[in-house]
């Protein structure tokens, strides 16, 4: 009796069972393979970030300008990258603070509540970037991608996909950093060229004019508060 009992317990016992893993929602799922889209797109979504970060933001602009500032203190390292990138940061998220509401209030919240799908919420999600980016964007840099994309011009630059949107505000973001950053090193320009004028009038060719200018420029800057001059000058280009 006993060993007709045990051969069906060892057989259920040797057979395969799928495996049950946890899962986000505290639910189980078979060990078949299958991950929640969720996840997927969650982790697609943030690999992509720092591009979609400097595609759709500010940030390339203040990053150009920040470039060109060192570059004209004559400064190499001073502030670091990593202090001009956060920097940068925050005032790219005071900037799009105005976007990442609108983007909670039309997409996120109706998306938690149930009210609509994960496309819809995805539509009206990228509506208000892409009128921020339509704003800043050059008609040329926009006719240019556009011409090479499509084969038909819109009516309005509203019904633009995103992939034309895109590359054609960095391109302005680009053109507006060179801009800032060309006057803004012009009176740096300005003192270089008098020192130099100076150090060889005087005879003065064995120190360079750099190690002279340098300073200079950096007092100069600090004694017209140079940082908030430039973060207002900044703010108010947007």
Same mark, same amino acid.
């Given at each position: 009796?006993?060993?007709?009992?045990?051969?069906?317990?060892?057989?259920?016992?040797?057979?395969?069972?799928?495996?049950?893993?946890?899962?986000?929602?505290?639910?189980?799922?078979?060990?078949?393979?299958?991950?929640?889209?969720?996840?997927?797109?969650?982790?697609?979504?943030?690999?992509?970030?720092?591009?979609?970060?400097?595609?759709?933001?500010?940030?390339?602009?203040?990053?150009?300008?920040?470039?060109?500032?060192?570059?004209?203190?004559?400064?190499?390292?001073?502030?670091?990258?990593?202090?001009?990138?956060?920097? *940068?940061?925050?005032?790219?998220?005071? %900037?799009?603070? +105005?976007? #990442? =509401?609108?983007?909670?209030?039309? /997409?996120?919240?109706?998306?938690?509540?149930?009210?609509?799908?994960?496309?819809?919420?995805?539509?009206?999600?990228?509506?208000?970037?892409?009128?921020?980016?339509?704003?800043?964007?050059?008609?040329?840099?926009?006719?240019?991608?556009?011409?090479?994309?499509?084969?038909?011009?819109?009516?309005?630059?509203?019904?633009?996909?995103?992939?034309?949107?895109?590359?054609?505000?960095?391109?302005?973001?680009?053109?507006? *950093?060179?801009?800032?950053?060309?006057? %803004?090193?012009? +009176?740096? #320009? =300005?003192?270089?060229?008098?020192? /130099?004028?100076?150090?060889?009038?005087?005879?003065?060719?064995?120190?360079?004019?750099?190690?002279?200018?340098?300073?200079?420029?950096?007092?100069?800057?600090?004694?017209?508060?140079?940082?908030?001059?430039?973060?207002?000058?900044?703010?108010?280009?947007?």
């Amino acid at each position: 009796m006993s060993a007709s009992v045990s051969i069906p317990v060892a057989v259920w016992l040797a057979a395969p069972r799928p495996v049950l893993l946890p899962n986000v929602n505290g639910l189980q799922i078979a060990g078949n393979g299958t991950v929640p889209w969720t996840i997927v797109f969650l982790l697609t979504f943030l690999t992509l970030l720092p591009a979609l970060l400097l595609a759709m933001t500010p940030m390339v602009r203040l990053l150009v300008v920040f470039h060109f500032l060192r570059q004209a203190l004559g400064t190499q390292t001073a502030p670091s990258n990593q202090i001009l990138m956060a920097l *940068g940061l925050m005032m790219t998220w005071f %900037l799009m603070q +105005p976007v #990442l =509401l609108q983007v909670d209030h039309d /997409a996120v919240e109706p998306f938690r509540s149930g009210q609509i799908s994960g496309t819809v919420a995805l539509e009206r999600g990228m509506a208000p970037p892409k009128h921020f980016m339509l704003h800043y964007a050059r008609e040329k840099d926009l006719a240019l991608f556009a011409s090479a994309a499509m084969p038909q011009r819109p009516a309005k630059a509203e019904d633009l996909p995103m992939s034309v949107v895109v590359p054609a505000y960095m391109l302005s973001e680009l053109k507006a *950093g060179f801009q800032i950053g060309a006057v %803004l090193f012009l +009176p740096f #320009l =300005l003192i270089d060229l008098v020192v /130099a004028s100076i150090t060889t009038s005087i005879g003065m060719l064995q120190l360079p004019p750099v190690i002279i200018s340098t300073p200079l420029k950096i007092l100069l800057f600090v004694m017209v508060d140079g940082w908030n001059l430039l973060a207002g000058t900044l703010l108010k280009s947007f």
